[in-house]
């Protein structure tokens, strides 16, 4: 599941994070994905995650936490995975300096990523998590490409989600996925419709908008199932102002074997 949780935000009135941080776990709980991947979460909305689902852990051990940051994040199940490694960047020319940005970026932009073994038969998956920025059309494509570059030096299977604040067809989507990028997108391979029913953003009001624009992108060894916009809410109140994306995978039994 790829989630942009919307900043804690005191000018969101009636959608304030008080008001909608529990129908937030409890969509997170009726999902409960192995892997989740959150956006625009300041530390106190991803300790509150922390907090609350306990079944998961929350990848960022070796973060430098700043209260004024909003970090992509990793979590997952305990109870399938453990943490072989990771690490996180700036999606900028400086990307081991703090909160750095290039590129006229509106806001620092980075990757957080992690490597996990699976407790039933030990396979290895990368996940990475990102959030590219909505105002430089040039710090997203560069920010994209930086994200293939570390994604081609990878030997295990990957799976990279995010809000990319940019549509399918978009020079970032083509940057990420093939023939010029490692990745496939997981709606296009199942062969969905780019509409409403694909669109993330609503900004509150369940009313599909702008377009699909946060991504769930695997390598091609992965096996696409499924995948749902989550659309709920209750009595009309909404977890987010984006649309969860969740989508069902499968991994070869071994690296290398014919896909199921």
Known sequence: MTF??????????DNCW????EILLETIRKYSPHVLGTQEGKPSQLSYLSQHLQDYQISADWRYWDDNCQY???FFRRDHFLSV???????SETPHVHLSKSWDSAFPRMLSYVLLEMRDNSQRVWCAVTHLDHISRLARVEGAKIIRDWSVNREEPIVL???????PG???HKVLTLPDGPFVDTWQVLGREEDERSYTHHG?????????????LVVPEIV???AVVADENVEGRYPSDHFPYVAKLELSVTPGAEQP
Not at 85 to 91: D, Q
Not at 161 to 167: I, K, Q
């Open 4 to 13: 942009n949780l919307r900043f804690e935000n005191e000018f969101d009135g």
């Open 85 to 91: 490694e990771g690490g996180e960047f700036w999606l």
């Open 170 to 172: 978009s020079e970032v």
């Open 204 to 216: 509150f009001t369940g009313i599909p908008q702008k377009g699909r624009i946060d991504w769930i």
């Open 161 to 167: 989600m995010g809000d990319f604040n940019d549509m």
């Open 224 to 226: 696409v199932v499924d």
């Open 72 to 74: 992509p994040t990793l």
């Open 18 to 21: 008080a008001n909608r941080c």
